[in-house]
T-cell receptor, first 110, second 117 residues
Framework: KQEVTQIPAALSVPEGENLVLNCSFT??????LQWFRQDPGKGLTSLLL?????REQTSGRLNASLDKSSGRSTLYIAASQPGDSATYLCAVVTGNQFYFGTGTSLTVIP | DAGITQSPRHKVTETGTPVTLRCHQTENHRYMYWYRQDPGHGLRLIHYSYGVKDTDKGEVSDGYSVSRSKTEDFLLTLESATSSQTSVYFCAISEQGAFSFNIETQYFGPGTRLLVL
């Protein structure tokens, strides 16, 4: 069974700092990997999707990388802002199943 | 934001009571999903639908049933609620199947908080 782990569980950084969130998965046979953002009491919003054949995707200040062979993905956030404060979740698709990590709770301090 | 609503948004019920949660979409997407989110487990797929009357099980389907009689509505039923089903339930939709190599993302509803006493 696929297992997805996100470390750290919580992260607090000062505004303007660049940061990296980590996601690891145990089964490299994935179709794709997605990063989501979840605000308190809200649903998930998709940030980036990386197909299994791709190595990275970029959207604005966000850059996600994928290394299937090592079972790792990183989400890089440049010049963090207080509005980036949220929980960030990664999810992989293996077979007919989605597997989500438990998320990293990010706080950006003004 | 994708047009997805969930009802009710909050519900408190007692063990053994049947409960039905509703997901409604205005996007005419083919695929609909039900997840539950619990501390320490992340989101787990309960059931999904790939068309009217077409459904399949997810990772944690035991104790749950679903129905989809119209494209826009996907119902999740707990036939006899148990305390272990206390959770936050999310509905999601996608235009194409998300379990494939296709580039596809899901759009999530706001969630339903269910407390089973």
């Amino acid at each position: 069974k696929q297992e997805v782990t996100q470390i750290p569980a919580a992260l607090s950084v000062p505004e303007g700092e660049n940061l990296v969130l980590n996601c690891s998965f145990t089964d490299s046979a994935i179709y794709n990997l997605q990063w989501f953002r979840q605000d308190p009491g809200k649903g998930l919003t998709s940030l980036l999707l990386i197909q299994s054949s791709q190595r990275e995707q970029t959207s604005g200040r966000l850059n996600a990388s994928l290394d299937k062979s090592s079972g790792r993905s990183t989400l890089y956030i440049a010049a963090s802002q207080p509005g980036d404060s949220a929980t960030y979740l990664c999810a992989v698709v293996t077979g007919n199943q989605f597997y989500f990590g438990t998320g990293t709770s990010l706080t950006v301090i003004p | 934001d994708a047009g997805i609503t969930q009802s009710p948004r909050h519900k408190v019920t007692e063990t053994g009571t049947p409960v039905t949660l509703r997901c409604h979409q205005t996007e005419n997407h083919r695929y609909m999903y039900w997840y539950r989110q619990d501390p320490g487990h992340g989101l787990r797929l309960i059931h999904y639908s790939y068309g009217v009357k077409d459904t399949d099980k997810g990772e944690v389907s035991d104790g749950y049933s679903v129905s989809r009689s119209k494209t826009e509505d996907f119902l999740l039923t707990l036939e006899s609620a148990t305390s272990s089903q206390t959770s936050v339930y999310f509905c999601a939709i996608s235009e194409q199947g998300a379990f494939s190599f296709n580039i596809e993302t899901q759009y999530f509803g706001p969630g339903t908080r269910l407390l089973v006493l």
